[in-house]
């Protein structure tokens, strides 16, 4: 019986829309459980009633016309209780309700099971038996199971079915559609889709002989030729709207085109017999696959760079063109996986906002929408990109939020909304060369998060006083060896000289478990928990000192240097690293260079490293909160797992709680502390961390200039009232929405929301 679980799950799923699901779900399950009659019943919450969707063994007339209340009959039962109902002779039980409809009077053997997503049943499966049965706990556990991994595929092939029809019906309704702030911002403008330029995953296996491999290479030499063409081209297109900087970003594919262990692996599949096409597709698959499984955000979404990149390839081996769709008005950019190169495709007077199936706003397109202002709504899961082509969208990027053919009601409101967000850009503007200071004068430097100089717009341009986080692993996951020391320190100056004066703080190498190097693999069950960071560093020493050496080196002239271990958890860690980063510095000067002894701090993303903050504090020169990590660890929630991501809130008070404690402790010992990451840019947890006594906050450029505003209309006092109040409040929506009314108040409101 559950040997053919899996199977129905996936048919389901392959489903091409609500009806199939569902009968597919009544045959299959009548089949495997030799039962008469099986029937899904869904709730119909409006109305508060169960609704007969789909049946095998009852009446087919009855599909529809079936409606329970909740206290109506065995179906209703299962609803109230939320818990299986396994009757050997349904007639008997007091709720029993003869309904003539189904023609199910010589029904005996009753088993119902509720269909529960997130908490909230959807609706009930039942099966029916003629005789008398009481149905063996087998049979309970592979309907609840049946039900339960079903849930989200009948939700998923329903929201679909709806959002079709409506599509197609010229008069029909509006509807909604949620997914994840990439850029803020609001936008009204026609849906432009783009699909990829060619399939990878369509390429078959193709053994060629020795006398193939000069023409396979040489057809591939052109098609990587021919791609860096192309993304010159685009880089040639964007020169008007975007900084020299940012423009830097189309340099990244660049490098990847030159990158041993992306190019020659292609040509060595080569050699070694496969078609280019195929040598492709499993290179690329190889990298991607990599990326993937990593935890950082930032860096996962560089397999969207590598897919591009690839596709583009294959274009070109297949011989096909670039088609470029022409467009005269307001677009909205929609696909399953929007790259940078499909970005820069439209023209930048007509492009007014981003929609992706997939992504995050770590994505290279999310940044580039933030450095231009354009909104965009990312990771749309039920986005229906087939169907949606010349509609009219609205997409707010403020909530995640994309409303499909919107009402003149509608409209007009959301154009209000875009009046004031122009106003909003204006206000914002006028902070760039103002101070980063409260009412009362109390200075917090804002610094940017960055892991490459292309991926942000420079200090001078944002506002920005330095660099929060910058990520050193990222030379390293694009090469086919560990670079070498001067290799190292070349890339590391440029990063200094790039924002001297200001301080720049760089984090040691963060690889392992989730952050694997093609050349020093590292595979385990659970990465979270697993070798990585600064563990991996002290297990290797030669590594971590041709690093260090390498950034101390880099730190000669400018002197903006601060050095931060990543993934701290214990005490002795920062001993042993110490000792080496010592060795290291003094072997530099005993070489004959004149090299200052940098200021050294702490990545505070561990539980456990909260609560010896008194002896970390005695050793090093400052702590920077790594507020990503530290909020999955305290609430055990990965924020990227779909079914418990909405438990992942960096306003719960646990963690708040954690941070006054690291705040306190650190400043007993006059050391400073940073917030890094998605907490520092988020307006209403800043204001917190502003009254929790946070020394600066490190965040993405395209949320600095509306912290700078939050910190600018509030006096440390008022934040601290605030602050105080909050940490005694046990719900993190609560805590959110004090933080929102106060910037309401102060009239804030724009940040959190589209409007003034």
Not at 223 to 234: D, H, I, K, P, S
Not at 640 to 658: D, G, M, T
Request: charged fraction near 20%; hydrophobic fraction near 40%.
């Amino acid at each position: 019986m559950f040997d053919t679980l899996r199977n129905i799950i996936q048919d389901v799923n392959d489903a091409s829309g609500l009806t199939q699901a569902l009968n597919i779900i009544v045959q299959r399950t009548r089949q495997v459980m030799q039962v008469d009659a099986v029937s899904v019943y869904f709730r119909d919450h409006k109305n508060n009633q169960l609704v007969l969707m789909a049946t095998d063994g009852l009446n087919q007339e009855a599909i529809g016309k079936i409606k329970f209340k909740p206290d109506q009959g065995l179906v209703g039962l299962v609803l109230t209780q939320a818990e299986a109902v396994n009757l050997e002779d349904a007639h008997k039980h007091p709720n029993y309700r003869f309904v003539t409809e189904t023609g199910e009077v010589s029904f005996h053997g009753f088993l119902g099971v509720p269909i529960i997503q997130h908490r909230y049943i959807s609706g009930v499966l039942v099966v029916r038996q003629t005789r008398k049965r009481r149905f063996s706990a087998n049979d309970e556990t592979f309907l609840m199971t049946l039900a339960a991994q079903l849930a989200g595929a009948i939700s998923h092939a329903e929201k679909m079915g709806e959002m079709t029809r409506w599509l197609e019906d010229v008069d029909g309704r509006s509807f909604d559609l949620k997914g994840l702030s990439g850029s803020p911002g609001i936008a009204i403008g026609e849906a432009l889709v783009v699909f990829p330029p060619a399939n990878l995953d369509a390429v078959p296996d193709n053994s060629i002989s020795e006398d193939e491999i000069d023409e396979q290479l040489n057809a591939f030499s052109q098609a990587v030729a021919n791609v860096e063409g192309e993304f010159r081209m685009l880089s040639q297109r964007m020169e008007g709207s975007l900084s020299k900087e940012e423009l830097a970003l189309f340099d990244v594919f660049g490098l990847m085109l030159k990158s041993d262990s992306l190019i020659q692996a292609v040509i060595n599949r080569i050699q070694q017999g496969q078609w280019a096409q195929g040598a492709l597709r499993e290179t690329i698959s190889e990298h991607v696959k990599k990326f993937n499984a990593m935890d950082d955000a930032y860096l996962r979404e560089r397999a969207v760079d590598i897919k591009d990149l690839g596709r583009r390839i294959l274009m070109h081996l297949q011989k096909q063109q670039t088609r470029y769709q022409p467009v005269s008005n307001p677009t909205v950019l929609v696909g399953e996986e929007v790259s940078v190169s499909q970005f820069a495709e439209v023209p930048v007077e007509h492009l007014v906002a981003i929609v992706s199936t997939k992504g995050s706003a770590s994505s290279h397109v999310a940044i580039l929408a933030h450095a231009l202002g354009i909104p965009a709504v990312m990771g749309v899961d039920n986005l229906p990109v087939n169907h949606i082509k010349g509609q009219a969208l609205v997409v707010d990027g403020y909530s995640g939020m994309v409303y499909v053919k919107p009402t003149s009601a509608m409209m007009d409101e959301f154009q209000r909304l875009i009046r004031e967000e122009k106003s909003l850009d204006i206000r914002l503007n006028e902070l760039i060369d103002k101070p980063s200071e409260t009412l009362d004068g109390i200075r917090i430097p804002l610094h940017v998060n960055t892991g490459l100089l292309s991926d942000i717009t420079p200090s001078l341009k944002s506002g920005a006083e330095g660099v929060g986080l910058y990520r050193t692993e990222i030379p390293f996951l694009i090469r086919d060896g560990f670079p070498g020391e001067d290799e190292q320190t070349e890339i590391y100056r440029q990063v200094l000289q790039s924002f001297a004066p200001r301080p720049v703080t760089f984090r040691t190498l963060d690889i392992g478990g989730d952050k694997a190097l093609p050349y020093f693999p590292v595979v385990e069950d659970n990465p979270f928990l697993g070798w990585r960071g600064i563990r991996i560093m002290l297990d290797h020493p030669e590594i971590f000192l041709t690093q260090i050496r390498a950034i101390l080196k880099a730190n000669q002239y400018d002197n903006n240097l601060r050095l931060m271990l990543p993934m701290i958890s214990d005490v002795g860690e920062v001993d042993d690293a110490i000792v080496l980063i010592k060795k290291a510095h003094g072997e530099l000067i005993s070489e004959g260079n004149d090299i200052p002894y940098p200021l050294i701090g702490l990545m505070i993303e561990v539980p456990s490293a909260v609560y010896q903050m008194k002896s970390l504090a005695r050793r090093v020169d400052f702590f920077s909160v790594g507020s990503n990590d530290l909020t999955q660890y305290l609430l055990a929630v990965d924020r990227n797992n779909k079914q418990v991501a909405s438990l992942y809130n960096s306003l719960h008070p646990s963690v708040l709680n954690s941070i006054q404690h690291v705040i306190n402790v650190a400043h007993q010992y006059d050391k400073t502390v940073s917030v890094c990451g998605e907490m520092a840019g988020d307006p209403a947890s800043a204001l917190a961390l502003i009254g929790m006594g946070v020394d600066s906050l490190s965040m993405s450029v395209g949320s600095l200039l509306r912290v700078k505003w939050v910190i600018r209309s509030f006096s440390r006092k008022q934040a601290e009232q605030l602050a105080a109040q909050v940490l005694t409040m046990e719900k993190a929506r609560d805590i959110r929405s004090l933080f929102n009314q106060a910037l309401n108040e102060a009239g804030l409101g724009g940040l959190v929301k589209a409007g003034n």
